[in-house]
């Protein structure tokens, strides 16, 4: 059993304060951004539009450094990737905000000293320095590694060293935040995993606390689809590229279904849990109406037609109350959260057709 599960299990037993840091361990470089962007003054939305103005840029200053692009001419392309990384930073500092709420609605779910909760909170929303800092190294040569393997496919044939320079720069930070983003969510919905484990309280009338994690994960799941149908969308992959079939084709497959196991995985154990408790209720409604149906034939066989009517009144609402458990659902989430992820599933898909569709009308 991991330190975490050892203290949510002592929480919930014993009651008494776990000895545990509210902070345990420092907080990545990713976290030291984005908190040094929420402390500088006026709106974060001006910030997140600077991050995207000098993104744009080393992106332009990079065509209009190799010559191919004139100066001060405009890319799209590159306007959308400068958009790009301060939408990264802010879907991160969203989802981190919908885990903190999730949280606090889970908690009267499960028996937590506040200590305890302190420290979960924070495991839940902060990436610990070593692993982010190791992430963001092994991005950049990774990098490198694509444009020299495929320079034409990566776009960035007749580049000189000072524009490979600053594309590079510029795609290691949208990759590093990217990928400390993934590593993030995986660690994050693991321990979504254990608070479901360690839960005392199962209300299958009451599952609001219950449901509490699954706006986590559908919406992390959600984003990383948007990231990635947005990304294909501004530079669709060209299918004779050397890299398609081992980079392209790989990504865009793995991340619809890695999203679909963000938004399920960690509701796994809640599903079984709150199926436990269904399956449990209806045994005791079926043990029940065996007793009622064993009651109304003695009063038909004794011809008390009285006791058998009253018995009929009792089997009535027994097998009302029966159709009711039938239909209480045991997956942790409400119909407007599945059909919201469902939904967003289909993008990648969507932008796939819609590029080869106008690929098929251009001009051969």
Known sequence: MSTTEAQISQAAAAREPAEVSVRPYAPSWLNRLLDWIDRLPGPAWLAYGVVAVLSSVAGHFALWN?????????????????????????????????????FDAFR???DLDDETAARLRHELTVTPAR???????????????YYALDPVGSQVE??????????A???????????????HTVRQLRLVSRLHAATTRIDLFQPRPLYAFSRLTSRTGMALLILIASGLMANPPNLDSATFWTI????AIGVPLFAVGVFVLPLLGMHQRLASEKEQIQTDADNRLRT?????????DARDLSRAEGMHKLLASHLSQHDVLARLP????????????????LLPVIVFLIQRGVIELLPK
């Open 108 to 110: 009267p779910a499960v």
């Open 248 to 251: 392209w084709a790989p990504w």
């Open 330 to 345: 045991t997956w942790p989430w409400s119909g407007g959260t599945l059909r919201g992820f469902a939904t967003t599933l």
């Open 169 to 183: 720069t510029a795609e290691w930070f949208v990759g590093a935040v990217l990928f400390v983003f993934i590593y």
């Open 131 to 145: 692993p982010a800092g190791v992430i963001a190294v092994l991005v950049l040569p990774v990098t490198l590694l």
């Open 292 to 300: 009622i149906m064993g009651e109304l034939t003695t009063a038909v």
């Open 66 to 102: 190799a010559g191919l692009l004139p100066l001060w001419q405009f890319d799209p392309v590159q306007v959308f990737w400068g958009v790009y990384l301060p939408a990264q930073l802010w879907i991160i500092r969203h989802l981190d905000g919908v885990a903190r709420s999730a």
């Open 158 to 167: 007749g580049y000189g060293p000072a524009s490979l320079a600053a594309r």
